[in-house]
Each structure stands twice: as C-alpha cells, then as structure tokens.
C-alpha cells in the first residue's frame, strides 16, 4: 500500500493563476481531509469528507474548492491564488473517521 | 469537539521520559484523547488514543484521569528521533472531524 500520496510536492504559482493539488489514498479510507500549516503555525482544516459526494467545510475553506467523486480521490482546487495562500498542504484519511489518520507528505505551495 | 490545552514547548534529556501534558476540562463522556505527533516538515503521525482507561503501544503510553479532564502522553525514553511537536485532539471516534491545536513542541536533548 502507499498509503496517502500527494502530488505536486512542491509548486510555485503566481497571483491570480489556479491550480489543482491531488490526494489519492488505497487504504478504501471513507474519510479525507485537506489541512493548510503556515510556517510555525499548527494544522487548519479546509475541508473534509465523509464518503464519495460529501464534503464540508472546515475551519478557513475559503478560497478553495473539493470534489469527492470516487473514495480514493480528494483534490483541492485553487481558483484565484493569493500570497495569502502560500502555505504547506496536507492532505488525510481515515477509516469511518476512527481511530488513527494517515496523512500525506505534503505539498509546498508559494504563491508570488 | 472539546477544546484542549497544552504548553506551548519542553525540554527532555535524551533517554529519559518525557511527560506531555494535556488539559480538556470540557470533555464529553463519548470523547476520545488523541495524540499525534509531527516531525519538522512531515505530515502528523498518528501516536495513540483513548477513552476513561490507561493505553500502552511500542510508541508510547496515554495516562487519561479518572475525571477525563487531563491525560498524559509518556515516552518512557525520549531519543532525539522524538524531537517534535505533539498534538492532543479530544473528539468522538466517528462522525466529527479532526482539527489540531498548536501543540507542544518537544525537543530532546543529548
């Protein structure tokens, strides 16, 4: 197994431009999870889902856009990208929601 | 999802035990402790959990008290490879979702 694979792993954008950063996990995980980190700064939820069509928001979505249209896959969409948004993304998932998240390496994300 | 707290840094000497603590006074009574950990740049780990009892895995033991409104995460001994910033969640198994505070930020020293 994999486990949670982010891509890219690095990227750099400048204003205005959109982008997507994928997340694909192979453990037929129900639950995903996007989080950004600023630089010495703890995890913030963007969104998340609990099964195949169903997403919510977390703690700071805007600016960003989820699909969920198969249980493996949990892109994030950039539309407009802002320095703002330059930041480490991760990218989760986690049976029903129990017991231990398995989280991805991470993209680094600058936008200029 | 009930709010924790945690000093913000620690110090622990390599080969000792490093005690983290956590403070959830307003825990419910079907919410889990969760700790995770993250190494500088990497995605969090996953650590340990538990509900009311006392958990032990190869990583660490979870020390929750009688009123649930504390735990402690032990190392029993702390290496340098431990050096990280641990996360305490409080939230329920299923059906919530799981956000992170800030952390203590541990460093074990040679």
């Known amino acids: 197994n994999a486990g949670v694979t982010q891509t890219p792993k690095f990227r750099i954008l400048k204003i205005g431009q959109s982008m997507t950063l994928q997340c694909a996990q192979d453990m037929n995980h129900n639950y995903m999870y996007w989080y950004r980190q600023d630089p010495g700064m703890g995890l913030k939820l963007i969104y998340y889902?609990?099964?195949?069509?169903?997403?919510d928001k977390g703690e700071v979505p805007n600016g960003y856009n989820v699909s969920r249209s198969t249980t493996e896959d949990f892109p994030l969409r950039l539309e407009l990208a802002a320095p703002s948004q330059t930041s480490v993304y991760f990218c989760?998932?986690?049976?029903?929601?129990?017991?231990?998240?398995?989280f991805g390496q991470g993209t680094r994300l600058t936008v200029v | 999802d009930a709010k924790t707290t945690q000093p913000p840094s620690m110090d622990c000497a390599e080969g000792r035990a490093a005690n983290l603590p956590c403070n959830h006074s307003?825990?419910?009574?079907?919410?889990?402790v969760y700790w995770y950990r993250q190494i500088h740049s990497q995605g969090p780990q996953y650590i340990i959990h538990?509900?009311?009892n006392n958990e032990t895995n190869e990583m660490a033991s979870l020390i929750i008290t009688e009123d649930r409104k504390s735990s402690t995460l032990i190392l029993p001994h702390a290496t340098l490879r431990d050096t990280a910033v641990y996360y305490c969640?409080?939230?329920?198994?299923?059906?919530?979702?799981?956000?992170f505070g800030e952390g203590t930020q541990l460093t074990v020293n040679p």
């Open positions: 538990g509900l009311k």
């Open positions: 307003t825990i419910s009574g079907n919410e889990y």
């Open positions: 989760a998932s986690s049976y029903w929601g129990q017991e231990k998240a398995f």
């Open positions: 889902s609990v099964g195949a069509g169903i997403t």
């Open positions: 969640i409080v939230k329920e198994t299923s059906g919530s979702r799981l956000t």
